[in-house]
Every structure is written in structure tokens, then in C-alpha cells.
């Protein structure tokens, strides 16, 4: 539905026969219709006028509009209204009027190509005349009208945004910038818009929304009321007609009216001009005509003047804009300019407060609540003033805080609402808003327009001030008029809300604590500028008005006059508050008050109370109180429950009565009992003169001497006096009470005394009395003598009171007195020891402290000397001295005497002080022997015999200095001998018992033969103050054996062998006859017993004959063979005193010669034409090998040489005299076959051989293996392969080849010769031989030359050239030849000439046999974004090959069609060679030109107009501002170079029909000229009275006539209606707004049919889309061998899915193999984890042996940077390895894609064994593929994995011949390293287990995977069969709604609708609807490739219509 946009009174009018004409719009003869024909850009811009018959339908019309504009009738247009209604059978009469304006257009929705100008009338309506009185605007109160009269520009935005969905935005924009123009004000909003007749009627002044139903066009219906909404605010405020013309002719002088309905593509814009209006007057013209131009959107080319040029920057803005309105208002008064300036935020403020409510929404601007969008918060009215040179201003209404209802409602406490009744049905909605009384002022908020009173400056007795009139003079109600504010009109007050006489329920001054307002729906009379209530007031005020109260949103009705006092008094008791409450302390209860009133009560510090702040502390005054209290406040009291500071009226405060020594009373009284006229001063002298009253001081006396002095020192014990005491006030007074009379005998004053002990535990009293005066005897305390303990003491007197002993009065310290004092001990009377230090031992001085106590225990000091006296039994005892002091010890007491043992002996020691009391006491002691004085030795004798080799022991006992036995620690003994070499120390340790015995080893002295004389010194060599003792010992020889000895027998001699001989001897012999003899040290030969014999053993052989050993007989000894092998023999004997031994090496000496052996030194090769590098030595050997010095010189000439090929010119033999051999040097062989070469040495009867390897010499040549003839060039097709590989062989200078290996080849050629594969390194193989392989050449036609270039030892070998001789390549495809009539121009929609294409090859030949669907053609149309061919370029194929086509090759491509739109376009073939490579011919360039001329045509296709042959010339226009332009077929523009004219003609529908219109000037036919391609028809217009039959179609033809042009075009036909009968009209617009109304619920039922239908489809669709897809993953299943069975399905799936998922969850939990070593916890996502966890390896023979090969790798930290790599190396202090992969050099890193290396160039070069593959791609990474590709890249690079040792070594084998080998492993756990070393344990990984989990783990099993794709099918084909089974439930229920009971009435009623429609058409005389609406009934078919699917809809919506 469309509706206005802005305007007075709404705009939302509808058509029907302009206002002016009343309703006479049909009256007699033709109706005039002006058509602009907009189909083309360049048709004619004027109109064209045609005249329709009286009794034309749409089908004549039609017509006459073809023959006018000389269109074909064939051709397909629309004709449409200005508000692009189109003109259909149905709607013809309705539409076309007399005067209306068409367009013509090729579609509804077409853009208007060019504006166009609409005649429009406005008289005004007749109400002007009646309601004339209350037009303008006038000032009230001072207030400036200017913002009401925008505020009437803003209701019209809010009525035209009503039914926005969104944010309704209003802009007023003030242009105030003079650079862009006049001053200018634009009110836009983007509401629904308004049609050209919508924007009619809105200039039709006082057309207001009530009167307008009769002339609404069709697709309207009358004014509805709004339903209720809270407050009324329903939008409906935009309602006379009036108010938008009266306010923009108060702003300004002139009014541009721009706006644009939501489903139209034109803006339709109108100019209201007081000039203009004047100028019309002047000239005598029509005044209330003029033109609606309509337009495109953003054009503003009509837009000429200076002063508008903002306009420009306005009209942009439309493309944005769906739909909007906007009145610019031109020509604004100077003094509104000012205002709008200068007073910019109090006017905006006035708005604010106007449209209050329709911005916050009901209950206004609450500061609290929040501000969502939503139906009353989704308006944004936006103000914003441009001036030159400033910024702009911009303000929002909704941001405005300060506006009066905003200020109502946040300064109100509470509210009251009410409801009133009014006869009729008017209701008022009220709100009473209470403004407490705060901060000692009223809260009730100012208003300018009422500025604030004077204030009371009268005290008054209360507490606080009191303003009379918080509201003053100011009415309490302000009136609101559906929704928005009536600003002169207010509601002073209604009776039961006026002060009562008699004091009510609250104060009177609460009544004035008041605001209010009304809000009424629209049954109340406004004025036209809504500027005042025309009844209101009346209306309430009448008594039966009926009051209601709301409550929680319902009405009650009950007394209004009670319920308002009632609450207003609890406003005030709850919300008046003045005094305020600081300094919040807690809430108590009070149980001195009575029960109910005990709490709770709040607890406060201070008030502020009239200015004054009141605090805890301050001394303060009462009044009106019995007696006056004076004292300090301690806290107030506020009852009730408050937290926080608080305002109330009243309050009690709690006072303590000063001076508080002399009261001690606190005091309650209520706060308003406070003096708050006393100064403090006044207050604090009263308190200090009753001060001066009380105990001040105490007078202390001592009558009977032993005075205590302050600070005194007193021994314990000594006493102190007695003591007389006066208690005294501050004038000296004795006293003994208190003064005052009220205290009675409580406030009697006695005397504390008491003496305090201070000590570390805290104060103790030791001494409390009390004494009381006696009246005639002082205050009196007796002698103590008691005070015995040690240390600090106070003396305290207390002045107490009577009975309850306290020592404060009221808060303040009695009199008091302290004499502190201390107590010290007294002299010494009796002793004891203090802690000794034992141990106490014999001789050693000790000291023994003493502590002295005086009579009371206290601890003392020895004063004078004192001489100890010690006895005990059995020790003589004496002492140095005795120390005085605090530490007083005897010192250097030795005692003396015998203690039995080590242990000591336990002694009473008697002391005695003479002198002291208690002079004796005995101290018990243990003494112990003392320090080592002497050693005791036994044996005692001197001199001590002993044999030598045996060992001696002494008896040694240490002494004290009394002969006790001691012990000491370290108290170690030794006993050194003397006189003798090597004698050994003997050491005992006594440090335990004091005595032990002295021995060690054996005493050996050497080679003694006889007796030897030793001294032996015994001493303690840690007491060197104990004296050695020395004894003599004498030495016997040993009788035990001590020398062995062996000699060799030689016939009867015996040969001494000596210890460490040589012995030589006949190698291989061996020595026989060999004894042996023993001696004792004396020289004393030993008889060999068997005991004797078997402590004999020698080393060269391991069976001795005892029998032999015991006569002397040693075995024979074997002689080695070599005479590098020497022999060592020893003999050993072994007891317990001696260890012998003699030995003997024996030395081989050669035997006779007998063999010649020759040795080759250096290496046994020897290079063609080169001598062998090394020599040959020759030697004479005997029968072990051993050489014998048998060669002289002159042994030369008896050696002899031969050999088979020897040179012996070289040879050169030499006799070496330090080996005694023969070298031969120089041997060289004569050059021939290589092979091995046997030499022969002789010498006399001797001879041998050595064996030599002949190899071939240097390389010198290198050669083609397997090559043709090199004379002649070889012939190759450029980009093909050479026939043979190219082998090259390295070859001596003899031709032999030469086996050199890692020798550099490289290929010499131009660089126009490309070889593939290039840039490769060659090196020759260990035979000399390198395979270049087979290369492809890539050269010019022509020959070309390379050669192969070998570098040995730096010396560049050359080699042969070869010859190339290069063929061009007849297959491979360069370029495109494409061949076509250049000289054809190219016609719109026709067919382009034959383009013929070749392929052309490198031969330039043609290439044949290729398939035609590789060659395509692409045509695009030429942009600026390049040449290159878009995305959507159109590609055509080549067509079918004809006979009598070229030869085979050639590709046509006819028949193609040339784009229909004109232009430029770019056509490029293309030949696709592969799929990724496309050959591309040149583009061609095109220009597409227009078609022959076929038809006249509108540039923008005028609406059907609609005439009569009134007077009214607008009722007459047939066309305005039509442009008609020639086309060709294809509506390309062309004949701009046709020169004619356009005849207008008007006919019937039928052609014998002669009572046809006729145009003005009553012609029937008129012509205009055609110029430059276009004519331009600015007016056509019927004549007046003109014939024509009423409610006919006629046409307007216009015909071209261009002499140019030899065919004859389609004439363009406008038809138009005519009409002549004023009554019959006024008849049928009865009976027209019924046929709406059928028309209109027909459509709806038909939507409501065809919503449901097109549910029924979609559903339909999504059945079968649900079973394509269950079908779909049925047949996936089915892949995966699962069959699901048609019956039981969803049973059958749950049981599968269970089963798989069980198999799944087994397979998970099935152990499998895992690395345990511990992962590094990822700190950061710089960590990936160690190496063992990134990689998994299915097969467990492959991961035991790559995790043993990376075993030193497998704990290392992978990190992405060295950052993270650092930061872990510190954590760990550098015992984790790391590798952070920023470091690493990529480029070296493997191809993880390369073939393994027995692939070569594709080709497997050999059958490898043992299924090699790389060892990384058997890795699987979980995580961070590409991260763990380098990691292990790096680690494994090339590394391969075989079977066993046995495939690797022939793998290696193979490998090696053709390139390098890397490291293999085996899955037996081998390895080969790459340098071919293989064997032990290094390179054998242990078995699984002692990896200890360093191993990778193993990935998931593959069929969990393949379970788990099944599982994810089995599920989604769950989800689908229930989906199916869903949608098909859905389908059944939609089919059986549709067969309900309800939908077949629907039907029914459809049917009756239609019938009685037709009834109706028939006696309107109009063609039937039902042909044109069959539209509706059967909706056009969609094709679609796939299952129709409907557009989207509304389903709720279909739902709730169909229930």
C-alpha cells in the first residue's frame, strides 16, 4: 500500500479526477491524456496528447497509443501511471482520467530514462473556506511560533513513517551556508513516499484525510482509524490539509515537495511558489496548476539555479533511499534565520518536549531504563544547522536530557495515574508526577517560559524552610494530542486535585509539589496548526466526566478525591526530605523506648540542617526543654531502616550532658529541640566554670618519717612510713564527695593506695588499701615493710568513688598520684656453686664458681676478701685465687692423688668461706687420671736377642705424674729401630686403656752373615713432654732359603746363567741339561726337599717333573723358530719369609740358507708407458724364514730378471748393505694389453716369482660408446630425443680405457642449444664411463655442434665433436591463423562472416588430425579493466567440417551470432594444447553496429492516460514531454541521421468508428518534426467538448513519415480512456469502490490459494530432495559392502551403528605399540614436542630399526624458533637437546616427492630386490605435517629401507654405478651406512625390547579409520531417513489441511466474490478483470533445472490467513 510521504494532512490521497473539477471529471466528448513515451533514452522528451473516446476501452486505447507513436502493435510495452500503476483491462476507467499523465515503457519497473513533467490541478477544497479562521500561527506567552510550524513539517514525517519497520529517521537540515546557495530548510524522512496523485492532492489545500476516501486511487481504501495504543501515540497527528502549506509559507516563500514511493523507480517532484502563485495572477493564468515532474532517481540536471545548488548535494543522496519525501523550503524569512540560529538549542528543546513520547516511547525519557529499539523507541528525529565556515550542528531529540517532560519525569518521586471518560469516545489518559522537597529546596523543575519565584526568606519555628509554591503559577496539567504536545492549551487543575480548604492528609505545600499530564486520543478538537485544544477542558470539567485510578496497568474505579490525598500524603511522609543524614554509623534497636518504636533505627555521625552541619563532638544547646540541657552530641537517630546517607523531616539526636564529671548523663531529645541560635563559645564557658568545682589534685604527707622519694634505690626489706593524704579542687579546696546536691552519698570520694611490682610477666599489685575520711581524720595508710621482691615498683593513690570504686567521672580521670621506686638485693649470707666444667683430672687446674644470696635468696656480691679453705681424703689440694664481682670463682684448683683406673675416682670436696652465715658446702667431683707424664716397657732387660725375619713385642703402660695408668685421645705409641736399612715402625694406640702391647712385621735386614747389632726407640710422638725409652737388640742370621741360582751343563761343565742373561741359541732348537741350587743367608747351601720342590715353578712350560726338581733338574727349554722371537725363561721359589726369582732370555741365531725371497714395496700396479712406482727387494731366508747375510756387491751380477713384455733398458739393482739385501728398481713392461705380468728373480740355486698388475695409462682421449659416425650430422626433430644415450669412456693414449673414476664431464654448446635434462653433473663411474643419458634438443632449425669436455688432475681433455642437424618439430603447435572478411561490418542480432582457423607448427605447416572440441572462440564485450577475457565471456565451438571445406586442418566457425547490443567487442580463438596450456590467437577488434530501423518508440514509456473534454485543460492533456526515438529490433537507438516527421493520429478501437476525439483545434491529426533520431512532443491536448464516446479506448498513433527511408516503420500507439457523462461517473463510483473492495479481497484469497499451493510444492520439492539424498548415501553404503533393508530400517541402522562403534571402541583399546618416553610439556606454541612423539610407523620391523637409527635424536626437543629452543636449554641447565627449525637450511632438505635413485629419468635403470622404499614416506605425522616433513627430512634425508643385508648390498651395488648411495637399513635390523660400511655392532639395531619405549609408536588401525567413514555414513543416513520420514508427515498434514472444512468455504467464497465482480464489470461496462487476473490464478512456471523450488514466503503468515 502506498501512502504519503509528507504533507499537509498526510498526503496518502489517491486518484481519481483532479480537485477543481469536483467530481465532473467524466463530463461529455473525449478525455485528454498526455503521454511520454520512456521506453529508449532517445525517445522524444515531450509529450504527446491523445484524445480518448467517451466509450474507449483499454484495447482501443491501446491501439490509438500505437498509431500515435507509430509503434507496431505487436511490440511488447506497458502502459503505466506516473506512480507506475500499470493501465490493464480491469483498471482503464479508474485510471485513465481526463488530463492524467502516462508513460509508455518497456517495463513496470523500467528506470526513467529521461523526467518528465506532470499537469497536475490544486484548487482549493472547499473546507477553506469553512475552517478559514484558525490558520495562522501566533504567539503565546512569549514563546516564538516558529518550532510549532516545523513541528507541523514533522507530523507529516511521522505519518508517513508509521508503517516503517525499522528506525523511522525525520532529518531537518538547515542550509545556512551561502557558498551552496540561498538559505534553504529540508525536512526529509523515509517514509513510504508519495505517488504523483498522492503528491496532487497533497497541494490541494485543506484535502484532509477524512474527505480524501472518495478520491483514493484504486489501490487504496478510505481513512481507517488507528487501533489503541498506550498514550495514543499512533502517528495519526499529520490530519487537515493545512498545516504542512501553512507551516512551509510561514517559514518561507517557496516549497519543493521531492518524494518517491517505496515500489516505484521514479521521484516524482513539485515546486510551490508565492513568486510563481503571483506570477500566475499577473498573467491571468490557471493559479492552482502546474507540473509534477517525474524523474530517475538522483537526477538533477533540472536543478540550473545558483541559489539551489545545495540541491545537487540532496538529490545525490536519493540512490541511498528506498523510498523518502522531502520539503525544501526556499526564500526563509530573515527573522526566522536569526532565531533558528541564535536560539538553536532552546527551539530544538521545544521539539524535544512536543514529540516527547514518540521518542522515548509511554513512559518517557527514564534515565534508568534501558534504550533498546523497539515499537515506541525506533523514531529518530535529527537536527543539523550548516553555516559557513563552522561545523555543523548536529543534534538528536532523543539526546536531549533537558527538555521539560524529560525534567518532569527524572525529578519525580512517584506517579499517580488516572483515566478519564469523556461522553463520546473520547478517553484521557493521566499521569500526576510528585517533586519531593531536597536539598533545602523543591525539586519541581524550572521552565523559561515560567521562571522561578522569589523565595520565602521567612524563618519560621520548624526545622526547616519551607518554598510556599514549588509549581508558582504554572497549571499542573500540559496536554498531549495523540501522542504529541498541544503547547497553548493546559489544565490548570481538577477539584479533587486542588488544595482543600481544611488542612488534608498532607501539607498544602504538597500540592504544589505537582505536575501532570493529559494525554487524549483524537475525538477532542484541535486547531488546524494544533497549537490549542478547542474543547478539552470543557469536556473534563463536565460532570459526567468519570475519573478512574490505574493501578498496575488496570482501571479501578474508587473515589478519586481519597485515593489522590491519600497518596499524595504518602508521598510527602516518604519522599519530603530536609534535613540531611551524614556519616551513617549502623542500625540498632533502642530498648529504652517503648516495644513497637524500639527499631530499627539508623545511627548517624552528623546532619546538615539548614545550612549547618551538625557532628558528633560539637557542643550544642537545647531549647523548649525542662531544664535547659547543655553538652555534646554523641549520635542522631532517624527511624527506620536506612543504609547511607539519607534525607528526612525529622530525627532525634542523643545529647552527653556537660561537664561530664559532673553529670554523667546522656540525654535524647528531638533534633528540631536543638538551639541553633547559641554560639559554641557560650556553650563551652558554662562547661568550663562548672569544671573548676571538681577534684583537681592530692597533697601528700609522711608524719612518721621513711619517706619514699620518687625514683629512690631501697634494699629489700627496708620499710616505708606512713601516709597522710588531702584530696583538693583547682582553688585549693579540701574536699571529700563530689559537689552538686542530686548525687546523694554515691558520689563520696575515697583514697585508692596501692603498690605495683613491674615485671617482664606484666604488673602485679603487690599492696591494695582503700581509706575514707573520717570527717575529723584525714585520709591515712600504715607503715609497709613487706616489700621484699627484687626489682621496679609504683606507689599509686587513686581518688575513687563510693560504692562503685570507679576512678573516671563522666568520662574524665579522677585525681591520682604515682611515685615510682625500685628494690635491690641486700648483702651476701650464704653461698653455692655454679656450674662446673669437667672433666676434673690429677694435676690439671679447675675452677669452681661461686654464687652469694642475700637473707631473702635474692642473688648478692661478694664485698671483702675471703680466704677458702678445701679439704677431701686422699688428694692434697691447692688454688691460684678468688675473683670478686658479680662472677665471683676460685680459681686454678689442682688436685693430686692415686684414682684405681681410667675411669676415675668419685671425691666430697669440702669448702669453707669463713665469714658468712652459711660459711660450708661440700662439692661432689669425679676425678680422672691426669695427662701422660712417663712411659713403663717390659721385658725390662736392656739387651734383646732375636733371629732376623721375625718380629719382637713390647709390654708399654703411660703413666700419670701419681702412677695412675692414662688415657688421652691420639695417645699413639711408636718403636723405631735403628742400624739397619728398611726396618720397620711398630705402633700401638693406648688412646682406650692406657696400656698395650708394642709390635709389628718381621725385622729384615739384607745379605746378613752374621750377628748385627739394632737400637730400638719407644715414645708417644703426640706428648713430646714424655720421655723415650731405648733398648738394644741383637740380630741373628736367617736360616731360611735366600738365594737361588742356575747353571747350564755342557758335557761335565757347568755354566752359571746369571739373573737377566742372554742366552743365544739355533732357532727351532732346543736347550737341554739345565740346574739349579739354593743357599740360606749364611751362605749355607739347602737340601732340596719335595716340600721345598713344590714351591718351585718356572714359565715356558706348565708340567715340571718332581723327580727331576728334587736332584736339581730344571725342563728343557724349546728355542723359537724366529729370530724375532725371543724367549724369556724364569725360575721362582715362594714362601712365607722370601719371594726369589732368576731368569734368562734365550735369543734364536739363523740356520743354513734356504730359500730367495722376493718383497714388493709400493703398489703392485704399474701404468702403461710408466716404470712401477715402488722397488723390489730381494733376500736369501734359512727354512723358518729367517734372512741370512748371504748378498756382497758382488752378489749383483748373479741375480738374474726375466718377464714376458719386460723393458729391462730401466732396470736398476742395488745392494743394501744395512738390510744385506738386493733392491730393483725401473721395471717397466712395453706398451700392449693390460693384464697381470709374472717376473722371475734367480740367484745360484735359488729362485722366486712376483706377480704385477699392467693397467692402462693416463687418460688421454675421450670417446662415444655406442655412437654414430661422427663426419656426418645427426638429423633430430626440434623438441624430440636423440636416438642413442650418450655414453662417454675416458681412454688412454694406446686407446685403452681408463678406469678413472669421480672424473668431471661436461657438454660444450651454444646457448640457442637447449638439452633437457639440463644443467645436470656428470662424473665417470669406476670404469671411466659416464651416461650423459638420452637428451631432448631444443634449437633453431639448421646445424649445430656440441662436444664432450673431460677435467683429470686440472687438464682439460677435449673430445669429439658432435654434429646436430635440427629438423623443425610438424606437431607442435606455435600460433593461429585466423582468416576472415575484414572488410564486413558487423549488425547488431545478425550472424558474423566464417572464421576460418589453422593450428600452425614450427614447419609452418598445418596440423591436421586434431580433434575440433580443443579449438574455442570467445567473445566479450571490450571494458576498462583490460583486454584480458572475463569470467562470463560467451565461448562458442566450431562447426561441423562441409564437403566442400579446405583440405583437412582448417576449423570454421559460421553462423555465430553478433551480439543484439551495440558496442565494441574483442573475439580470441584458442587452442587448447593440454589441460593446463592454452594457445591464443591475436583478438580481434569489432564494432557491433545498430540494426536497420524498425519502429518509433518512447524513450520512457508514458503512463495510459485518462481524459475528458471538459474545460479543465489538465483534464484534457493526453501526453506531456514525450520523447519518441527510432530503434531496430533489438531497441538499439539508430536513424540519427533520418530527417521527417511523426504524425499523431487518433482512432478507435474499431476502425469504422468515426466519432473519434480530436485533438485542440478540433484536428484530428498533428505532426511534428523528426530531427537528429528523435521528436519531441512536449504537449498534446484534446480539443474542448471534443466527440468521442464516454468510458472508450482510443489511440494515439504516431506515425514516422522519413522520405530517407524506403521501408515503412512501426508506428507507437498510446491508448488512453475517454470519458463525457458527469453523472454516470458520480453513479459509478459507488459501485467502482465495491468492485475495489471484491477486487481487493479476491486478491487476498488468491494469495492465501496460491501461499498454500506454492507450500504444497516446496514441500513437495523437499520430499523428493530428502529421498535423492537418502538414496544417495544408500548407494555409498552400499560401496562399503552395507545393505540397509527397505522394512524396519531405523531398527536396523541403531544395531549397525552399535555393532560398528563396539568394533571401533576394540580396535581402539586393543594394545599397540607406544613410545614412553616422556614428552617435554608445551610451555607455548613454539614447542612441537620431541622427536619420538611426531612421528608414528605402522610396521614394527621398520620402526625397531629407524627409531635404533635415530636413537640419539629421539629425546630432542623440536621448537619453531631458537627463542623457545634457548628459553628450554636454560630451563633444563643444558641437559636437553633441542633443535629449533628457524635454523635450519631449507634448501638442502630432500624432495619428499624425488623417485628413489634406481629410477633414472623416469626409467627404472635396474630391478632392485628387497622392496626398497624411503624410510620417511613410511612415517605418519599426527600434528604439524609440514613442521615434522623438515625435521625428518633433515634427520633421515635419503635414508632407504630393504628387506635384508643381502638386498641392500645388491641395491648399493647397482646404485653406486649411477649416482651416490645414501644410508640403507633392513628390516632385519642392518645398516649400511653411506659411505658402504656395514658389519658389527654399531650397525646392528638390538631387538624391540632394549630400545626401552625410545621407539616410535604405531598410528590407529586402518580399519578404524574405514569403521569410522562407515559409522559417519551410517549416521548421516540416520539423519536422513528421519529427515525423509519428517518432510513426508509434513507433505500429508499440508494435504489434508487443504481438505479441511474451513478451506473448502474459503473456496467458496472465493467463487461468490469472483461472480458477483462480473456483475459488477458488466454494469460498469468494463472488460472483464479475469483474463488480466489470470495471472493470479495460475502463477507463471519457473523453469528450473532441478525440482521447482517456490520463492520464499511467509508460512506463518499462509497459516494464520488459512486458519
Known sequence: MAAAGGGGGGGGGGGGPSAGTGEDGGGDGCRTVYLFDRREKESELGDRVLQVEERSDYTRFRASVCQTLGISPEEKFVITTTSRKEITCDNFDDTVKDGVTLYLLQSVNQLLLTATKERIDFLPHYDTLVKSGMYEYYASEGQNPLPFALAELIDNSLSATSRNTGIRRIQIKLLFDETQGKPAVAVIDNGRGMTSKQLNNWAVYRLSKFTRQGDFESDHSGYVRPVPVPRSLNSDISYFGVGGKQAVFFVGQSARMISKPADSQDVHELVLSKEDFEKKEKNKEAIYSGYIRNRKASDSVHITNDDERFLHHLIVEEKEKDSFTAVVITGVQPEHIQYLKNYFLLWTRQLAHIYHYYIHGPKGNEKHTSKEVGPFNNIDIEISMFEKGKAPKIVNLREIEDDMQTLYINTAADSFEFKAHVEGDGVVEGIIRYHPFLYDRETYPDDPCFPSKLKDEDDDDDCFILEKAARGKRPIFECFWNGRLIPYTSVEDFDWCTPPKKRGLAPIECYNRISGALFTN???????????????????????????????????????????????????????????????????????????????????????????????????????TLPLFYGSIVKFFLYGDHDGEVYATGGEVQIAMEPQALYDEVKTVPIAKLDRTVAEKAVKKYVEDEMARLPDRLSVTWPEGDELLPNEIRPAGTPIGALRIEILNKKGEAMQKLPGTSHGGSKKLLVELKVILHSSNGNKEIISHISQHGGKWPYWFKKMENIQKLGNYTLKLQVVLNESNADTYAGRPLPSKAIKFSVKEGKPEKFSFGLMDPPFRVGVPFNIPLEFQDEFGHTSQLGNDIQPVFEASGLSLHYEEITKGPNCVIRGVTAKGLVNSCQGKNFNLKVILPGLKEDTQILKIRLLPGPPHRLKVKPDSEILVIENGTAFPFQVEVLDESDNITTQPKLIVHCKFLGAPNLPVYVVDCSSSGTSILTGSAIQVQNIKKDQTLKAKIEIPSCKDVAPVEKTIKLLPSSHVARLQIFSVEGQKAIQIKHQDEVNWIAGDTMHNLIFQMYDEGEREIHITSTLADKIKVNWTPEINKEHLLQGLLPDVQVPTSVKDMRYCQVSFQDDHVSLESAFTVRPLPDEPKHLKCELKGGKTVQMGQELQGEIVVIVTDQYGNQIQ?????????????????????????????????????IKFIPGPPGNKDLCFTWREFSDFIRVQLISGPPAKVLLIDWPELKESIPVINGRELQNPLIVQLCDQWDNPAPVSQVKISLIKANNLKLTPSNQQHKTDERGRANLGVFSVYAPRGEHMMHVRAIYNKNIIEGPIIKLMILPDPEKPIRLNVKYDKDASFLAGGIFTDFMITVISEDDSIIKNINPARISMKMWQLSNSGNRPPANAETFSCNKIKDNDKEDGCFYFRDKAIPNKVGTYCIQFGFMMDKANILNSEQIIVDVLPNQPVKLVPKIQPATPAVSNVRSVASRTLVRDLHLTITDDYNNHTGIDLVGTVVATIKGSNEEDTDTPLFIGKVRTLEFPFVKGSAEITNLVLAENSPGRDSTEYFIVFEPQLPALSRTLESYILPFMFYNDVKKQQQMAALTKEKDQLSKNIIMYRSLFEASNQLLDEMKCRVEEAKLKEAQLQNELKTHNIDIPTTQQMPHIEALLKRKLSEQEELRKKPRRSCTLPNYTKGSGDVLGKIAHLAQIEDDRAAMVISWHLASDMDCVVTLTTDAARRIYDETQGRQQVLPLDSIYKKTLPDWKRPLPHYRNGKLYFKPIGDPVFARDLLTFPDNVEHCETVFGMLLGDTIILDNLDAANHYRKEVVK?????????????????????????????????????????????????????????????????????????????????????????????????????????????????????????????????????????????????R
Open 1190 to 1226: 748371504a748378498f756382497s756387491p758382488s752378489s749383483l751380477s748373479a741375480l738374474g730378471i726375466a718377464g714376458i713384455g719386460l723393458d729391462s733398458s730401466h732396470l736398476k739393482t742395488t745392494f743394501q748393505e744395512n738390510t744385506q739385501s738386493i733392491s730393483v728398481k725401473g
Open 1858 to 2002: 649411477i649416482t651416490h648411495c645414501p644410508t640403507l637399513l633392513t628390516r632385519d635390523g642392518d645398516r649400511i651406512r653411506s659411505n658402504g660400511k656395514f658389519g658389527g655392532l654399531q650397525n646392528k639395531a638390538p631387538p624391540m625390547d632394549k630400545l626401552r619405549g625410545m621407539v616410535f609408536g604405531a598410528p590407529i588401525p586402518k580399519q578404524c579409520l574405514v569403521l569410522g567413514e562407515q559409522i559417519d555414513l551410517l549416521q548421516q543416513y540416520r539423519t536422513a531417513v528421519n529427515k525423509s520420514n519428517s518432510v513426508i508427515e509434513d507433505l500429508n498434514r499440508q494435504l489434508e489441511y487443504l481438505h479441511t472444512p474451513d478451506m473448502k468455504k474459503k473456496k467458496q467464497e472465493l467463487d461468490e466474490q469472483e461472480k458477483n465482480l462480473k456483475l459488477i464489470e458488466q454494469k460498469l461496462g468494463m472488460t472483464p478483470t479475469r483474463k488480466c487476473n489470470d495471472s493470479l490464478r495460475h502463477p507463471a512456471k519457473v523453469e528450473m533445472t532441478d525440482c521447482p523450488i517456490p520463492p520464499k514466503r511467509m508460512r506463518r503468515e499462509a497459516s494464520r490467513q488459512n
Open 522 to 624: 483524537d475525538k477532542f478538537q484541535v486547531s488546524t496548526n494544533k497549537l490549542t485544544f478547542m474543547d478539552l477542558e470543557l469536556k473534563l470539567k463536565d460532570k459526567n466526566t468519570l475519573f478512574t485510578r490505574i493501578l498496575n496497568g488496570q482501571e479501578q474505579r474508587m473515589k478519586i478525591d481519597r485515593e489522590f490525598a491519600l497518596w499524595l500524603k504518602d508521598c510527602h511522609e516518604k519522599y519530603d526530605k530536609q534535613i540531611k543524614f551524614t556519616s551513617f554509623k549502623g542500625v540498632i534497636t533502642r530498648p529504652d523506648l517503648p516495644s513497637k518504636k524500639q527499631g530499627p533505627w539508623a545511627t548517624y555521625s552528623a546532619i546538615e540542617w539548614d545550612g549547618k552541619i551538625y557532628k558528633a563532638g560539637q557542643l550544642v544547646k537545647t531549647i523548649k
